[in-house]
């Protein structure tokens, strides 16, 4: 038995995304969902949401919005569903009653107790432990015997006893084969009644017409026994595609339980990425470009992605929880940062906006008289942001008299000289005459005034960067202080005196504490 490809060109492309909803969307999920998402787009086909919901106790409400809120913010549009797993519970089970009556599936009687002294016994004697198929052979006056006596029973699929084998081309591990005598008469309903989940899967991708199934490794294994129960059902399996796993630097999966929420795809919304950002960065988890290109528009990835290009190695999510460097991948940084640095900037605001909302600091003269000003520093200080945070805390002495100054930029650019505290209420002084405040000139007053007091511009130069902006580095000081404008650039510079007083208390504080 072969599964085949399907003509992309030809056939409705349908895929799933089916996750089961124990938690919050995490980002190996996400990546599942992402490629789904890009074959769908690419073959022109439908991308399903189904929730696997049928562990009742586990999927919570709350995980399930968690799943819809993920993909929204992903910019992962479904064409179909969400579907609920659980409302089909019925169909899974008319599915198991024909297997049984085509005679693909038969009930099973032995009870937990007669199986375990098999198992036991076979495994003494090292022979498979496999069940040996007794209730395969009951005449059907024995079952209907058993049935009248109110017999508890499962329903266990038929594997073909002849020599052979399930084949199938996964497009990711290629060619595999299980021989039909290592695949045992498995269960497909319960004896109380409810379907196994490996059934439900099936049944659930046969009504919605998946062509291809793109789910984690983890999916390998049930493969043979699904691809049967298609076949059993009538149905054409689709096409399997296997993604290898995800791991972090200690080589451990990435899981809700060892990562918690740093793993989250909420997580990531919360640290001011881009919701773009973090779908390059995951799809390039396994995904090899043909040319290591790193960087995607949505049309440029949709045009390049295809199946062939998942690598088989597991893909290693480079971060290791607890480092305090870095949150994230150091790449899903950069990443982002690229996009910060290149979107048209009216893109970029608006997540700036919310950003700072949250902070404190929005004035929604930013949305009017203050529009051209807002976007144009927002232009100006993006270059070396890796986040939306980043302007809100990096960038927030643009926006907000409140900052705060890095005390390692004041060690080095302001308690460097000690007279920098007299130097810069002058030249305050110096500033406050100029009429035109432009690049042009602040940039000649400050020349002149170092030059008068002899000493290298770089001196006063950094000394104003970091009283006016209380960062370390930034872009080029007079278009900075020309975004900031005279009058707070006049005040900041007469505030010297106070930051050095500040300053030291802090420090003195450190000894003492
Ligand atoms: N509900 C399964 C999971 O979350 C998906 C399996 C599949 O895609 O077939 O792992």
Redesign the pocket.
């Known amino acids: 038995m072969q599964s085949q490809d399907y003509d992309k060109t030809k056939d409705n492309i349908r895929v799933r995304f ?3 909803p124990t938690g919050y969307l995490h980002i190996g ?1 996400a990546r599942t969902a992402i490629y789904n998402w890009l074959f769908a787009k690419k073959h022109k086909g439908v991308f399903i949401l189904r929730i ?1 919901d049928t562990d009742i106790e586990r999927s919570t409400t709350d995980s399930i919005q968690g799943i819809i809120d993920g993909l929204d913010w992903l910019g992962l549009n479904w064409d179909e569903g969400p579907y609920f797993q659980s409302k089909y519970i019925e169909e899974h089970k008319k599915a198991a009653m024909r297997l049984v009556e085509t005679g693909h599936a038969y009930k099973c009687f032995c009870t937990k107790e007669e199986l375990d002294v098999k198992r036991k016994a076979a495994l003494a004697a090292k022979q498979s432990v496999q069940y040996d198929r007794t209730c395969r052979r009951l005449t059907s006056e024995a079952i209907a015997a058993k049935e009248a006596q109110g017999i508890p029973y499962v329903i266990r699929f038929k594997v073909p006893e002849q020599q052979g084998a399930v084949y199938f081309n996964d497009s990711v591990y290629g060619p595999i084969e299980k021989q039909y005598q290592d695949i045992e008469d498995f269960v497909i309903v319960r004896s109380d009644g409810s379907p196994l989940y490996l059934l439900s ?1 099936a049944v659930d991708d046969i009504r919605d017409g998946i062509t291809h ?1 793109i ?2 490794q ?2 390998l294994a049930n493969t043979p026994r699904q691809i049967l129960i298609y076949e059993a059902l009538g149905a054409r399996p689709p096409v399997f595609a296997h993604m290898p796993l995800t791991l972090d630097l200690k080589k451990r999966k990435i899981s809700k339980r060892t990562h918690g929420e740093l793993v989250s795809v909420q997580f990531y919304r919360d640290h001011g990425f881009l919701p773009w950002a973090l779908v390059n960065y995951l799809v390039l988890l396994g995904w090899h470009t043909p040319d290591d290109r790193e960087i995607f528009s949505r049309e440029e990835l949709i045009d390049a992605f295809s199946l062939e290009g998942i690598g088989r190695a597991n893909s290693i999510f480079n971060y290791t929880p607890g480092d305090p460097k870095f949150f994230t991948d150091p790449k899903a940084l950069s990443i982002n940062s690229h996009f910060l640095r290149t979107l048209p900037i009216e893109e970029i605001a608006e997540s700036v906006k919310e950003e700072f909302i949250t902070a404190g600091i929005w004035d929604p003269a930013y949305d009017g008289t203050k529009r051209q000003w807002f976007l144009a520093t927002l232009d100006l200080i993006r270059s070396r942001f890796h986040t939306f945070k980043d302007f809100a805390d990096m960038g927030r002495a643009y926006f907000s008299e409140d900052f705060p100054v890095d005390p390692k930029a004041f060690k080095k650019n302001v308690l460097k000289h000690e007279d920098l505290k007299d130097w810069l209420p002058q030249l305050a002084d110096r500033m406050e005459q100029i009429d035109a405040w432009t690049v042009e000139t602040t940039e000649e007053v400050i020349r002149v005034f170092a030059q008068g007091l002899e000493v290298k511009p770089g001196i006063i130069i950094n000394a104003i960067r970091t009283v006016v902006t209380g960062q370390l580095a930034g872009p080029g000081i007079f278009d900075v202080l020309k975004a900031i404008g005279k009058d707070r650039v006049v005040k900041r510079l007469r505030g010297v005196r106070e930051l050095f007083t500040k300053h030291r208390e802090s420090s003195l504080q450190s000894i003492k504490g």
């Open positions: 089916a996750p089961s999920g696997e899967n199934v789910r984690g983890d999916g």
